[in-house]
């Protein structure tokens, strides 16, 4: 898990991002703010989208390793998630991030938060296709992009 900067009007806002051991995207979030409950939002969309990881592996950020104290503390003893705070072991998100700043540094920022979420929506849905990760909307992607072409 990670996050990184967007500029929102001038301002920057954060995407948060998850991604599992083999580079498939877990789920995104798009807030105004960095901080612990910014981060538990971010864990509990994922954790309810999804299963309950075992280890999550994150940067030397305070407001992550407080938002998952937090949820060590609502989820049984057996259940517990492991943390890890080690530098090269969160590169394949640290790298994912580049198809998403790739896409949005031509437009040098976005003027409202709800066309930034919108597009950056796109982006990950668009990536979790070429990623194969969503085979459905895989088939309907290439189905439009022979009738475009």
């Known amino acids: 898990m990670d996050e990184t900067y967007i500029k929102l009007n001038g301002k920057w806002v954060y995407l948060?991002?998850?991604?599992?051991?083999?580079?498939?995207t877990v789920d995104f979030l798009l807030c105004a703010r960095r901080d612990k409950s910014a981060a538990l939002a971010f864990f509990r969309k994922a954790f309810r989208?999804?299963?309950?990881p075992e280890k999550v592996v994150?940067?030397?950020?305070?407001?992550?390793?407080?938002?998952?104290?937090?949820?060590?503390?609502?989820?049984?003893?057996?259940?517990?998630?492991?943390?890890?705070?080690?530098?090269?072991?969160?590169?394949?998100?640290?790298?994912?991030?580049?198809?998403?700043?790739?896409?949005?540094?031509?437009?040098?920022?976005?003027?409202?938060?709800?066309?930034?979420k919108i597009t950056i929506t796109g982006i990950e849905n668009i990536r979790m296709i070429q990623k194969r990760q969503i085979i459905?909307?895989?088939?309907?992607?290439?189905?439009?992009r022979t009738l475009l072409c």
């Open 16 to 24: 948060y991002r998850a991604l599992d051991s083999l580079g498939n």
């Open 49 to 52: 989208e999804n299963d309950l």
């Open 58 to 116: 994150i940067d030397k950020s305070g407001s992550n390793t407080a938002a998952l104290d937090d949820l060590n503390r609502e989820i049984s003893e057996d259940r517990r998630i492991m943390v890890f705070q080690i530098k090269y072991l969160n590169n394949i998100v640290e790298q994912d991030h580049r198809f998403i700043k790739k896409r949005i540094r031509p437009m040098l920022g976005f003027k409202s938060f709800h066309s930034a």
């Open 136 to 144: 459905g909307l895989m088939i309907t992607f290439l189905l439009l």
